[in-house]
C-alpha cells in the first residue's frame, strides 16, 4: 500500500488533501500538527513512502523542523512541503534541509497528485534499483558511491546523502566530465512527468556542493556550465 502522513493544521486544507489523495489510491494518516506528525511517524515505525508537511502549524515543530528530524531519521522518505506564495524563503530552506519538493497554495487536486505521484515513483524506483542492482559501486578519484548500501564516501569519510542528492551523484558519475542541463538532472532524478521548476536541480546542488567540496563557494568537482547545468570532475 502507498502510504502518506499529511501534517496540516488547517482541517479544510488537510481534507481537501487527503480526499483527493485517497481518490488517487493513497492510504493515509493524518496530523493536525507537526508534534503530532512526528508522534505518528514514530509511533508506525517510519513505515511511510511520502510525508506531506504544510510549513507553517503550530507548536515546538513548524513543517521546517519536521522535515529537518524525518530526513535526519530516513534519507529515502519523499517530503513534500506545503507553502503559501509569500513563502520563497522557506521554500529554499525546506529543500536544504531535505525536502523533495513543494506546491504553492492553492492548487489544484491535479498538481497535487502528480507531485506526490512524481515522489512516490522515485521513492520505489530507489527501493527496486536497490533490490536489482548489478554494479556495486561507482568510483572517482576519492569517492565512493556505493549502490548495494546507498553509501558516499570521501576519502572513505562517510558522507549522508538524501535520496535525491544520492540520485544527482549517481548520475554525475555515471556521466563523468559531461555537462548536464538542468533540464536533463530534473527528467533523470524528479521523473519525466514532474511538473515543477528548474531552480530545485540549483537548491540540491547547492546543497551537494556543500557536503561534497572542500570550498563550496568554489567547486572543484560539480562545476557549472554556464546557461546549461553542470558537470562532475574528478
Not at 140 to 167: C, H, M, W, Y
Amino acid at each position: 500500500m502507498k502510504k502518506v502522513l499529511v501534517a496540516e493544521d488547517e482541517q479544510n486544507i488537510r481534507e481537501f488533501v487527503v480526499i483527493n489523495l485517497e481518490r488517487a489510491g493513497y492510504e493515509i494518516t493524518e496530523a493536525e500538527s507537526g508534534d503530532q506528525a512526528l508522534e505518528l511517524y514514530r509511533r508506525g515505525g517510519g513505515d511511510f513512502h511520502v510525508v506531506i508537511l504544510d510549513i507553517m502549524m503550530p507548536g515546538a515543530h513548524d513543517g521546517l523542523a519536521v522535515c529537518r528530524e524525518l530526513r535526519s531519521r530516513n534519507p529515502t522518505l519523499g517530503i513534500i512541503l506545503l507553502t503559501a506564495k509569500t513563502q520563497e524563503m522557506d521554500k529554499v530552506s525546506g529543500l536544504m534541509m531535505g525536502a523533495d519538493d513543494y506546491v504553492t497554495k492553492p492548487f489544484s487536486p491535479s498538481e497535487l497528485v502528480a507531485r506526490v505521484d512524481a515522489v512516490y515513483r522515485r521513492v520505489a524506483l530507489a527501493a527496486e534499483r536497490y533490490e536489482s542492482v548489478r554494479q556495486d559501486q561507482l568510483a572517482a578519484g576519492e569517492f565512493t558511491l556505493n549502490l548495494r548500501d546507498r553509501s558516499f564516501t570521501k576519502g572513505g569519510a562517510p558522507i549522508e546523502l538524501t535520496q535525491v542528492e544520492f540520485q544527482i551523484m549517481e548520475y554525475f558519475l555515471e556521466n563523468p566530465g559531461i555537462a548536464l542541463a538542468r533540464g536533463d538532472i530534473l527528467r533523470h532524478v524528479w521523473g519525466p512527468s514532474y511538473v515543477g521548476e528548474e531552480k530545485i536541480v540549483d537548491v540540491n546542488i547547492r546543497r551537494l556542493r556543500m557536503k561534497v567540496e572542500d570550498e563550496p563557494s568554489n567547486p572543484q568537482h560539480i562545476t557549472t556550465v554556464w546557461g546549461l547545468g553542470y558537470r562532475w570532475k574528478n
